[in-house]
């Protein structure tokens, strides 16, 4: 289902992913652990199709995630979850608002539906 294939990254002079290559079939949960700075965001920005790699290949469902047009890559984005390291909530809404947020967005469910799978 997610396959990265000698992906390599760079930020100026820093290195972040050298040639990293990660099959996760479909079905199974990983986990991306370790100490701040050794490219775990990084890899999953990849996956999500935030960041393009330098070189090497991000392939999700048999496709190339860089060359996603914008439709093709927020279909595939609706059907992932992604949790940032920081929270990235919006500070102006309430909790309850901000886990509706995406239900409110990309669903056609009634408010009180959102509402009571939010809460």
């Given amino acids: ?22 099959t996760v079939p479909k079905g199974e949960t990983y986990v991306l652990m370790g100490p701040s700075g050794v490219g775990k965001s990084v890899t ?10 330098d070189a090497g290949e991000v392939i999700v469902d048999g496709k190339s995630v860089p060359d996603l047009d914008r439709k093709d890559l927020m ?3 609706k059907r992932m ?3 940032f390291q920081d929270g990235a909530l919006i ?3 309430s909790v ?6 995406p239900l409110t ?3 056609s469910l009634s408010r009180s539906e959102i509402k009571d799978r939010a809460s």
């Fill in 91 to 93: 500070n102006w809404l």
């Fill in 105 to 107: 967005e990309h669903s």
């Fill in 75 to 77: 279909s595939m984005r």
């Fill in 81 to 83: 979850g992604y949790l």
């Fill in 1 to 22: 289902m997610i396959e990265l294939k000698d992906v390599s990254k760079r930020f100026g002079d820093r290195q972040i992913l050298d040639q990293m290559s990660l």
């Fill in 44 to 53: 999953l920005k990849h996956i999500i199709g935030i960041l393009k790699p």
């Fill in 96 to 101: 309850l608002e901000n886990v509706s947020l």
